[in-house]
């Protein structure tokens, strides 16, 4: 499909430069257009380049296929393309359109033509206010004005919201041309006090105190901002800066890297604030101005699949070399990617094959332990997880998690005593974790084992995060399973209302109103699991319980109800 749109702009253009029009009879095509609306509604940015191009070559005129046709290749990070629809698009009179001179401004950087960035910028290319500001600052460092330069971005610093940006990028425009120490006062606070700088601005700042021969200050920067887990990109960076290397200032190294900086951070800033299509026009133009902007493309991918678009997420991942430090995320990523297709067998093949490159990382065992376990592979991902856990010198608070899982998977593997100890362990590291309290507390119910303490850890669990209908039906269950039927009741109905179409939830409801004589009520409960796609075993029981009851069923399975006992008032 990349090619039927390749193809057809190319063809268009060709008609354009040699002054051969479009047949008059010709209008637009619209079954094209309408399955390019529907597809870029979709953020199908593939499907809607192909059918953009298919609209246009019957008008060619038409601004609003080229802006659609621009925003498509665009997504699909196909700049090229998309800058020959906008030069298309620039010849039409009219409405001026932002995308276009987005596309525009990407090749004139792209081409360091620093000269028709001003010129476009003078005659009221508006690409956004703080786009525009900032871009403009960068061009003239390209030109060689640095004079010029500084008092642009020290007019950003003076617009109430842009700050930051401006107090930034004046920092990295000074680092670029060698002046660390002037970088070195505003990234430290002395200039205007500390401003706000993402894990980017960090690196940045660490390179340049290197550069200033000041390596012990840049390793306490790296600890005070990250912490001491392990981390391939900061590990290097840490390793390099304790041997006494002066690590070279390589965040900015021109006024086109300055530029992308200029789009990847605007990205950033709209993360989550606005559409996420808009931020991703910024990161597509910032990583085709620099191809190893390993943040951009990193937060290209999450974007994409924020946008259901998994395969050009898997591409971008794909695009980092093993030799990247980001490569470990980036194959955690693809694999991800992966998984959200449908190619679950791919994707953990890609985290085996990973984890025998980078054995000695934990998270690349924790995220191939997590896949598997998702895939229901309990024994296979109880083996990764234990390689996880072995890579910790010792287990800190945030390990939890990690025998929380295999515990988990002892459990599913029917194989309590290790599940028990590890639930044990992560509630050790984390006592009040509810998750675990409840997995625990739910557990030893089921099975009949300690259960006074069993409910005081599902009790525990709910005061910690009250609005859970799982656990919520933990300890209504909890309460059934000693006989307090009454008290079941009400934590039982608010299970129900949290968890509407959960089948145990439901099924749990219904036994609850039976063993409170509510056997018309139990039936209806019964009934309505059976409509939430339990599974084979609990639909059978389900079945036979509406045709003997639950004392029978309960009979047959060698249990009997626990005796009743008494409300007991919020205990």
Known sequence: MRQIMSRTLTVLLLAAALGTPLRAEETIDSGAYLAARIAEAENDFRAAATWYGKAIMTDAGNPQLLDGAILAEIGIGDLPLAIEAAKLRKGIEGEPSQLAEMALLADEAKREDYAAILAAADAGRDVGQLTNALVSAWAKVGEGK????????????????????????????????????????ILSGRVAGPIYVMRRGVFAHAQILSQLERNPEALALLDRSFGTAPDPLIDDLRTRLKAGEPIPFDTVTSARDGIAEVLFSISTALNGEADPVYTLLHLRIASYLRPDHSDALLFTADVLEELGQHQLAADTYAAFPPENPAYVTAEIGRAGAL????????????????????????????????????????????????????????????????????GICHEQSKDWAPAEADFRKALELNPNQPQVLNYLGYGLVDRGEKLDEALGMIEKAVAGDPDQGYIIDSLAWAYFKLGRYADALAPMEKASLLEPVDPIVTDHLGDVYWMNDRKLEAQFQWRRALSFQPTDKDKARILRKLDVGLDTVMAEEGTAPAPVKAAENGN
């Open 146 to 185: 640095m004079s010029e330069a500084v008092e642009a971005f020290d007019a950003v610093t003076k617009q109430k919201g842009f700050e930051a940006f401006g107090f930034y990028h004046k920092a990295l425009a000074l680092a670029s041309v060698g002046d660390f120490e002037g970088a070195d006062e």
């Open 339 to 406: 998984k959200s297709q449908g190619k679950a067998d791919a994707a953990i093949e890609a985290l085996q094959a990973l984890a025998r490159t980078n054995g000695g990382i934990q998270r690349v065992h924790f995220a191939l332990a997590d896949l598997l376990r998702s895939e229901e592979r309990f024994d296979e991902a109880e083996v990764s997880y234990t390689a996880a856990i072995d890579l910790a010198t010792e287990a800190k608070e945030q390990d939890w998690v990690l025998y929380f899982y295999r």
